[in-house]
């Protein structure tokens, strides 16, 4: 039963959803997907709803960020975000409205994000007289690159438009649709790129004692880098180290002179980021000088994302909500993921905010997938970033809902 004024005017407000208009937008945004920062075509399309909902719209902000306001009387600024670009992923979904960009595809479901977005921005124009406050819509670039939000903000985003009483966003997720999970503290890890160069000699492949080899390093730096987390992170925290990526050399007969790694860390603590990046530093200047490299290893933090942490009370009030509207069992807390948002850099200091996720894997895909509970069949299905990620259309008309919702959670008290 529903019982909040939220959630009641929230079902009325999206009682007609234009769906067939609204899969349509989908599609298109899926057929022609937009690399960070290169979402011009996106943020038109997002921009061209926003206007044509009484929104008064900006576009270019940030790059290729679109910003609408709605000034509907007295009352909080409630900020909706979607992310709009895509990834550098070949897609294998085989749908009718594939991505038509070779290379490119909307693996992360950031297109579904842009189409709530309008969907929740018109529904609550048209239902404007049910509410009051003011509504800012935010289409984010370049979230994949970690840059966008803050891009915006830098170029005055809140000098432009009025600076949020509260900030809501969503994210696309594997799992059964129909779930709305939401944590009210910790939800996603930061997320910390660093590059190392180890400086060798190079030299011919017959005489390597004329030569300091930095492949051998290189690979001592990999395998010593696995005991960061496993010897000096205590047990209870939760945290990741990948090398992504080792490079070096031109050919079979050739030590090269250096040797490159890329490695992505997954944290949940700036102590514990800053324990392993120092350990990182130690070890690769450890394994050099055991080698005896010519120079000090060049150690470069790159792109790194924030921890994404709702405050609680922002976060328990919209899932409240959600429940009213969804049903009782829709709305779980999952814990802290280890995946990563840049969302946090949009928002001002000490504003609160609440993110949460929508499941969207087709049933028949879920129910063929191996195993027999939630965990295991989550792990098995296709997930954002795949070339096979397909979240169902069914997910258009929920995901305004959750919007349109939570941000009456706020501009009908
Ligand atoms: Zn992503
Ligand atoms: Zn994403």
Redesign the pocket.
């Known amino acids: 039963m529903v019982t909040s004024s939220a959630a009641r005017t929230a079902l009325d407000l999206t009682a007609d959803l234009p769906l067939p208009v609204l899969e349509d937008f989908y599609r298109d945004l899926h057929r022609h997907p937009e690399l960070s920062l290169q979402e011009h075509r996106t943020a038109g399309r997002l921009a061209e709803r926003l206007t044509g909902a009484g929104f008064e719209t900006a576009c270019g902000i940030g790059g290729t960020g679109v910003a609408g306001v709605l000034r509907n009387g007295a009352g909080p600024v409630v900020l909706l975000r979607a ?1 709009m670009d895509a990834l550098p992923v070949q897609e294998e979904t085989g749908l009718p409205y594939a991505s038509g960009t070779p290379g490119v595809m909307h693996a ?3 297109d579904l ?1 842009v189409t709530w977005l309008a969907g929740a921005a018109e529904a609550l124009a048209a239902g404007r007289d049910a509410w009051s406050g003011t509504l800012l819509v935010v289409g984010q670039p370049a ?2 690159t970690g840059r966008g939000a803050a891009g915006m903000v830098a170029d005055g985003l809140y000098e432009r438009f009025p600076a949020p009483d509260v900030l809501l966003a969503q ?2 997720a594997p799992g059964p649709v129909g779930l709305y999970p939401h944590s009210p503290g910790l939800l996603m890890s930061a997320s910390t790129d660093v590059d190392i160069v180890v400086h060798g000699l190079g030299g011919h492949g017959s005489r390597p004692e004329t030569t300091v080899d930095p492949v051998v390093t290189a690979a001592y730096l990999v395998t010593r880098l696995q005991t960061v987390l496993s010897r000096e992170i205590a047990a209870r925290e939760s945290a990741v180290l990948t090398v992504g990526r080792i490079e070096a050399g031109t050919r079979h007969n050739i030590i090269p002179s250096t040797a490159r790694i890329a490695l992505n860390l997954r944290t949940q603590s700036a102590e514990v980021r800053e324990r392993m990046l120092a350990a990182i530093r130690r070890i690769a200047s450890g394994e050099c000088l055991a080698a005896g490299c010519p120079r000090e290893p060049e150690v470069t933090v790159g792109d790194n994302f924030p921890v994404t942490v709702n405050d609680a009370e922002t976060d328990r009030r919209v899932a409240a909500v959600h429940t009213d509207v969804f049903g009782p069992g829709t709305v779980f807390d999952p814990g802290p993921a280890m ?1 990563s ?1 840049d969302f946090p850099h949009l928002v001002p200091a000490g504003v609160p905010y609440s993110y949460w996720f929508v499941t969207s894997t087709p049933a028949a895909v879920w129910d063929a997938a191996p195993g027999t509970d939630l965990m295991e069949k989550f792990q098995a299905v296709p997930s ?2 795949s070339p096979r990620f397909a979240p169902d259309l069914s997910t258009v008309a929920p995901g305004v809902r959750t919007l349109v919702s939570g941000a009456l959670a706020y501009l009908t008290e």
Request: proline share 0%.
């Open positions: 992310d992360c479901g950031h994000h979230e994949e994210h696309v995946g948002e954002n970033h």
